[in-house]
């Protein structure tokens, strides 16, 4: 089973938080914050007024707590509109 994001919006894997921090202190799971840069999937194929620009692979950041979360063959997801990319992590 495969999910196609429709219109304006992406499909995104979440990145895996540090579990440490840079002094090497390691964090328990509820002390990480939900992350906020995810690897595109898959885009949908963008509206005049939204058009897509990303492409899949790249790594972006996402306004934080947005998106619907869909879980698909024990894979979580976000399906999140363009609106809420921020920014192209290169």
């Known amino acids: 089973m495969t999910i196609k994001p429709l219109a304006d919006r992406v499909l ?3 990145i895996e938080a540090e579990e440490t921090t840079a002094s090497g202190i390691i ?3 509820s002390a990480q914050e939900k992350p ?12 005049e007024e939204n058009p897509i620009t990303v492409s899949v692979g790249d790594k972006v950041i996402i306004s934080k707590y947005s998106g619907t979360q869909v879980k698909l063959d024990g894979v979580e997801y976000t399906i999140a509109d363009m609106k809420d990319v921020l920014a192209v992590v290169e």
Not at 37 to 45: N, P, T
């Open 12 to 14: 995104l894997k979440s």
């Open 27 to 29: 964090l328990a799971s």
């Open 36 to 47: 906020e840069m995810s690897e595109v999937v898959a885009v949908g194929a963008g509206t």
